[in-house]
């Protein structure tokens, strides 16, 4: 009998599910944030004093405000220093997701 590569649950009666990854306590925590924080009233506070495109004085365009409000906050939340911040961006999904979520 060949074994299937993804593992599957047998349940009562023969009927088999697959098994689903168990979400990770971040994964549960940015959730969790997503309902309790209004983004759009904290970026509508925030936008009128953030620098725009038209105001870059060179160098790259300045990042989206939704963007920049969740990197601050994942990192006071979690105390993280810029460099660190960079490479939990870099290394996990959910932290990508709040980014671009806003």
Do not use: Y
């Not at 300045?62 to 990192?75: F, G, K, N």
């Not at 870099?90 to 806003?102: I, K, L, N, S, Y």
């Amino acid at each position: 009998m060949a074994h299937s590569k993804t593992m599957k649950f047998r349940g009562a009666g023969g009927f088999s599910f697959p098994k689903r990854a168990k979400k990770k306590c971040k994964e549960i925590f940015l959730e969790e944030i997503n309902r309790v924080v209004l983004w759009a009233a904290q970026v509508g506070l925030i936008q009128p004093h953030a620098r725009g495109t038209h105001q870059a004085l060179g160098g790259r365009p300045p990042s989206a405000v939704e963007t920049m409000l969740c990197i601050h906050c994942l990192q006071l939340w979690w105390s993280l220093s810029d460099p660190s911040m960079e490479e939990e961006l870099q290394e996990r999904p959910p932290d990508r997701e709040c980014t671009t979520a806003g």
